[in-house]
């Protein structure tokens, strides 16, 4: 009889010591927002400046993808791609686009392509990727403009920290594009936002951030692009400035670790405060 008793108070220090085992698994997974599609670009550009560029996808998410729509973001324009409403796992696919503007200067140009795609048939939200590179016709330059992005979350608002910096000693006039993860809209880039920099200096501003309702959804890691653009001396220079933004979950385990460590340890006091109790209450075991 006592020996039941001496297992029965031990059971609620075992569930404690469970409970935190659990809760340490399922919060300290790292949450990423991971890529569905591996994605690469072959661009051909003649003679006379026509660009034809071969996308290629591949799921590698490990299920089906569904309703795949890319949309084109070239020098000046925008050009949505077909609709590819199946593509299993493991599978690649190539989508050919000849609808880039000629260009003219020789020099590096940017390319952008946004995807939307769904895990299942008819979702009502889309998972968005974004692909970015450059091509380059007759002379494959390099930007000298380079900066850093900061972005910064205080409570419910949001901002974005930029800066450049021209690293030449010659005067640039600089064409930004600004692609956010989905959820995030910033006040000051409704579209393309042009800064001069002198020789060897430095632009700093900030835009603030606005959320809508898809942002409560998003968890983990996602990428921020600063698309530079110029021409100098007959030539066209793209650059691209790279940062990330971490949606913090509902329950952050790096957040909140000491509040829960200290229930964990009250939890477990007042089991053996119990067990402690117990044990003082029942009545000597008879031989």
Same mark, same amino acid.
């Given at each position: 009889? =006592?020996?039941? %008793? ?9 569930? &404690? ?21 591996? /994605? ?8 006379? $400046?026509?660009v034809l560029i071969n996308l290629t996808l591949k799921n590698i998410s490990g299920q089906p993808l569904y309703s795949i729509h890319p949309m084109f973001h070239f020098h000046h324009s925008m050009e949505m791609g077909g609709m590819i409403e +199946? ?16 260009? &003219?200067?020789?020099? %590096?140009?940017?390319? &952008? ?8 048939? @008819? ?20 930007? &000298? ?13 949001? @901002? ?12 640039? =006039?600089? %064409? ?17 936002? !042009?800064? !001069?920099?002198?020789? $060897? $200096?430095?632009?700093?501003?900030? !835009? ?15 990428? /921020? +692009? ?27 385990? +790096? ?20 067990? @402690? %109790?117990?044990? @003082? ?7």
């Open positions: 009889m =006592n020996e039941r %008793r001496q297992t029965k108070t031990q059971l609620p220090i075992q569930r &404690v010591l469970v409970l935190w085992v659990l809760i340490f698994a399922l919060f300290n997974a790292p949450a990423n927002a991971e890529d569905g599609l591996d /994605i690469s670009a072959e661009t051909q550009v003649s003679a006379t $400046g026509a +199946h593509l299993p796992a493991g599978e690649s696919v190539t989508i050919t686009n000849d609808r880039h503007p000629p260009v &003219v200067l020789a020099g %590096r140009y940017p390319l &952008v392509v946004l995807l939307h795609y769904q895990t299942e048939p @008819k979702q009502k939200e889309s998972l968005l990727q974004t692909f970015t590179g450059s091509f380059h016709h007759k002379e494959p330059v390099q930007s &000298v403009v380079a900066g850093d992005i900061e972005f910064v979350q205080e409570g419910e608002s949001s @901002k974005l920290k930029i800066h450049l910096n021209n690293q030449s000693n010659s005067l640039k =006039n600089v %064409r930004l594009m600004l692609i956010l993860p989905p959820g995030l809209q910033a006040d000051k880039f409704p579209g393309m936002m !042009t800064f !001069t920099l002198h020789g $060897g $200096g430095n632009v700093y501003f900030e !835009t603030d951030v606005q959320q809508n309702d898809s942002f409560r959804s998003l968890t983990g890691y996602y990428p /921020i +692009h600063l698309l530079l653009e110029y021409g100098e001396y007959l030539k066209h220079y793209t650059g691209e400035i790279q940062s990330s933004v971490y949606f913090t979950p509902i329950f952050d385990l +790096h957040q909140h670790w000491p509040h829960l460590f200290a229930m964990i340890l009250f939890a477990t006091g007042l089991a053996l405060f119990y067990k @402690k %109790r117990a044990g @003082k209450a029942a009545p000597p075991a008879h031989i």
